[in-house]
């Protein structure tokens, strides 16, 4: 018989119930052991949905209140010494300060995943660090799933992953800020040092790390756990050789612990390179991901050692669409004549990247409907994988036609094509979107223009989306509120922000965005070839949730879809209003997108579909327009041979989207929680004359590359996270902004926050905003 299973399941319940639960605790409505109540009941809610489905066993672990990458650090005790951890185990007091901040220190450094959408907590490491059993969740969790009888997975970061996705930190320079902080409560509130500057390998901190590793398996090996899943996808990257190495250490000292099973789980791309390393391992089974690198089977399948299990993820846990059982059948059939009962069946990867039921939406058309499946129904088709391999064919002869159905329904749908699209995109040709003339050309006109001052401040674009905005929106939603009052709703809050703009003295302000439900999904439901769902919400980090657009066809812009809104917020001020807009390769990368066409193609329509709104923009008189990209880094290649090839499309389409901008138009991009050291010549090349990064969590960190790259234009380093509900204070920001000017030339640099201001609270923007123009009043006189 060939095994079912999963890699892990969405955390955040069918209507958000985490969410609410973290929210309410956090406003402290609930207490510690109500919101550990909801966490026990959401779990016990998915396990039973997955044992329903026919899994063998239920993971385990997958389940946080925040982040599995946090979680591990606690597990471990790896908990940086300014949240003054003492004590055995790691309390949510102290969690949730390195998740979010506290009132006296910063949240730990948070960063993508991998290639997705989803925000990981970064861990810290310092030379002679040491490393403890600090927490207890896994076991708890164990517990709970035997009491209920079900068979637990338990699933951790492997040990060369976890290391590989912390950072050094220079632990002295720590302690120096942790002195001025105590001797002057204004200044540093006890920050980080940057990483980068450490002067030691954190790979040599696997021989501290691996004890408490064997230490956890030995427990779960009491609990008469018989598999667990170590996630090692840091093996998909291009790792230093040594670090390969280093594999074969640890799984050999963790070999040699009384220790349940061992699956080494692999995703997100091909491990082919180390399919020989991998299949000497002392561990008892193997993950590969066959949807994103289906060819890296034929590297394991010759002598497959007889004493493991081979898992294949051929059910795709990063997108939406329904799987065509009858080529994953022919990729599994192979390998389940060799290994028979060694085969086991899963999703890709996690299923955390999927909406949670597709029976929650009433709302979408029944053919649209009819070519998804979200992360229930993907268990359901692994389930019916395992019975078409274990019984046959005949044995799920209704549901294979079914799904035979839809894909050939999907392909063949008139809703896909728009000939007006292909034509547009045939004449662009080689068009790479150059604008006119060069940047100095172009930051003379704009600086003719616009007259700002040196160091100018503004903000991301939005502002706080209060309880009134989102009422409006629903009641507006439901009916229960016309057009026109909810545009005079949306309007007096624009007035608001410009205002208040006006009093703390932005020098270029922006509308606040209070129309926008995301901004992904606001551009999404006016464009052509988009579909959306009411409850199709997944993670991006803590208790913030994306409900991704579905691209299901050619996209087009069929009307306008800002110009309204930002010309009213420019008729309320003679400062420059920034427009803002959404990227053609964040809409992308933060859609569910279609996969019957190159991800190229789809780029360039919504890059020309923007291109329009951009000349409507300039038409209407706005002089400085924002085309955010803050998931450009996310969608590069996870290996090096892949990404010339993204790099240059992904710029191609951002140029593309501004190209009609004349010199005195000024075009800004804002990314953020990403590396992008590694890549500055290509975002050179997107040749936005100002961009906006976020740097304030590491520190200006991501400047470093900024003291040997010269990068051309203008940049705006953020000097808050806006991601914590901490107030910075000023002469924090002077710090940071001093770091700045060390690296870029003074006449380049602007000044704001690190992103949005959509989540936070007015209580907290005000006080923040105010900071950061007296912090720029302060560097314009030192630098006079």
């Known amino acids: 018989m060939a095994s079912i299973h999963s890699l892990g399941f969405p955390r955040i319940g069918h209507k958000r119930e985490l969410k609410k639960a973290l929210e309410s605790f956090w ?11 909801h966490a026990a009941q959401l779990r016990e809610r998915h396990w039973r949905i997955q044992q329903t489905c026919g899994l063998d066993q239920v993971p385990v672990g997958d389940f946080s209140l925040y982040d599995h990458m946090l979680d591990m650090s606690c597990t471990l005790g790896a908990i940086p010494p300014r949240y003054e951890f003492s004590g055995d185990q790691v309390g949510l007091d102290t969690f949730f300060a390195m998740a979010r901040g506290s009132s006296t220190q910063p949240a730990m450094e ?3 995943w991998f290639d997705t959408n989803y925000h990981f907590i970064v861990p810290e490491f310092h030379a002679g660090m040491d ?107 291009d790792l230093p050789q040594h670090w390969i190495q280093a594999l074969d250490t640890a799984y050999r000292t963790l070999s040699q612990s009384k220790a349940p099973k061992v699956l080494l789980a692999t995703y997100f791309e091909s491990v082919a390179d180390h399919a020989k390393r991998l299949k000497a391992l002392p561990v008892a089974g193997l993950h590969l991901d066959l949807r994103r690198a289906p060819q890296q089977l034929d ?64 709302e979408l058309d029944a053919e649209l409907k009819s070519w998804l499946a979200f992360s229930v129904q993907k268990l359901d088709e692994v389930a019916i ?32 094509h728009n000939p007006a699209v292909a034509q547009r995109l045939k004449d662009l040709g080689q068009d790479d979107g150059r604008r006119n003339n060069p940047f100095p050309v172009r930051e003379a006109a704009q ?61 270029v302000p922006v509308h606040g965005e209070p129309e926008r439900n995301d901004m992904v999904e606001y551009f999404g439901e006016q464009l052509a070839g988009f579909a959306f769902t009411r409850h199709g919400w997944v993670q991006s980090y803590g208790s913030r949730y994306v409900k991704p657009p579905l691209i299901f066809g050619d996209v087009s812009r069929p009307a306008p879809m800002t110009v309204a809104w930002s010309t009213y917020a420019q008729s309320l001020t003679k400062r420059p209003m920034k427009g803002m807009l959404t990227g053609p390769v964040t809409i992308l990368q933060w859609s569910f997108v279609r996969d019957d066409q190159p991800r190229e193609r789809t780029a360039l329509q919504i890059a020309l579909a923007i291109r329009d709104e951009v000349k409507d923009l300039i038409d209407a008189g706005i002089g400085i327009i924002q085309i955010d990209e803050p998931a450009y880094r996310e969608g590069l290649p996870l290996k090096r041979k892949d990404w010339d090839l993204y790099l240059h499309w992904a710029s191609r389409a951002f140029r593309i989207s501004a190209q ?81 000017v060390s690296v870029v030339p003074a006449e380049r640099l602007w000044i704001n926050p690190d992103c949005g201001l959509k989540t936070r609270k007015w209580a907290e923007v005000t006080p923040a905003l105010e900071n950061m123009v007296e912090a720029a009043r302060q560097v314009r006189a030192r630098h006079a």
């Open 385 to 416: 994988l395992g019975r078409a391999l274990d019984r046959g064919v005949e044995s799920v002869a209704t549901e294979l036609a079914s799904a035979r159905a839809a894909v050939a329904s999907r392909h063949g749908s008139p809703r896909i």
């Open 27 to 37: 406003s402290r409505e609930i207490d510690e052991k109500a919101l550990q109540s």
């Open 131 to 237: 490393f403890h059993l600090a927490s207890d969740r896994i076991f708890t969790q164990v517990k709970e799933a035997h009491a209920l009888g079900l068979k637990a997975k338990p699933v951790l970061v492997g040990p060369i992953t976890y290391l590989w996705l912390g950072k050094e930190k220079d632990l002295q320079a720590e302690a120096r800020h942790e002195t001025q902080h105590h001797h002057d409560d204004s200044a540093c509130h006890g920050h980080a040092a940057p990483a980068g500057n450490a002067c030691f390998d954190r790979l040599t901190l696997l021989p501290k790390v691996l004890p408490v590793y064997a230490e956890i398996l030995a427990r779960l090996a009491e609990l008469d756990v018989e598999w667990i899943q170590m996630d090692e996808p840091a093996l998909v990257l």
């Open 660 to 740: 009609v901008a004349p010199d005195d138009v000024q075009i800004h991009t804002h990314m953020c929680y990403s590396e992008f050291n590694d890549i500055l010549p290509a975002i050179a090349a997107m040749d936005a004359d100002v961009i906006t990064i976020e740097t304030s969590r590491s520190q200006m960190e991501l400047l470093d590359a900024f003291a040997t790259f010269n990068y051309p234009n203008e940049i705006g380093p953020g000097v808050y996270d806006i991601h914590s509900p901490r107030v910075p204070g000023v002469e924090e920001m002077v710090g940071l902004l001093e770091k700045a």
């Open 110 to 112: 948070m960063t993508k």
């Open 447 to 507: 600086r003719a223009r616009f007259k700002l001052p040196a160091f100018p401040t503004t903000s991301i674009g939005s502002f706080p989306q209060t309880p009134e905005i989102r009422k409006a929106r629903l009641q507006n939603r439901k009916g229960e509120l016309s057009g026109t009052d909810y545009q005079k709703a949306m309007e007096a809050e624009i007035a608001l922000v410009v205002r208040e703009q006006e009093r703390l003295g932005i020098d």
């Open 299 to 362: 590297e394991f399948l010759p002598e497959y050692p007889a004493d493991k299990v081979l898992s294949l993820g051929v059910v795709d846990g990063r997108n939406v669409w329904r799987t065509d059982l009858d080529a994953a059948l022919a990729l599994v059939q192979p390998a389940h004549r060799q290994l028979g009962h060694r085969l086991w069946v899963a999703p890709s990867c996690s299923l955390l990247h999927t909406p949670v039921d597709l029976s929650q939406e009433t």
